[in-house]
C-alpha cells in the first residue's frame, strides 16, 4: 500500500446502502460489441435493493455483491 493505493473498507452489514450513489469506472466498451474507451470513464448509478438486484440479476450473490443502476440509461459494459 502507499499515499494513492488503500486497501478497501468492507462493510460489516449494518449499513443500508440501496439507493445511495455508487460509482463505476473503467476503460470498457461505450456500446454494447463496440470497442473499448481510450479514456478512463465513470458513471453514478444508484444501489438496488435486494429484491430488485435479484430480479434484474438471478445469479447475483446477494450476501457478496451489490448491485447498481436501473433504467437510467447509465451502465457499465464489457471491459469495465
Known amino acids: ?3 494513492q493505493i488503500n486497501p478497501v473498507c468492507i462493510p460489516d ?11 463505476a469506472t473503467g476503460y ?9 474507451s481510450r479514456y478512463l470513464m465513470e458513471v453514478n448509478m ?9 430480479q434484474k ?7 457478496i455483491e451489490l448491485c447498481a443502476g436501473d433504467n437510467e440509461n447509465k451502465d457499465t459494459c ?3
Open 46 to 54: 444508484k444501489i438496488l435493493t435486494k429484491e430488485r438486484c435479484q
Open 57 to 63: 440479476f438471478r445469479s447475483a450473490n446477494m450476501t
Open 1 to 3: 500500500y502507499s499515499n
Open 28 to 36: 470498457g466498451h461505450l456500446v454494447s460489441d463496440g470497442t473499448p
Open 13 to 23: 452489514g449494518s449499513i443500508i446502502y440501496e439507493g445511495k450513489d455508487s460509482f
Open 78 to 80: 464489457q471491459g469495465d
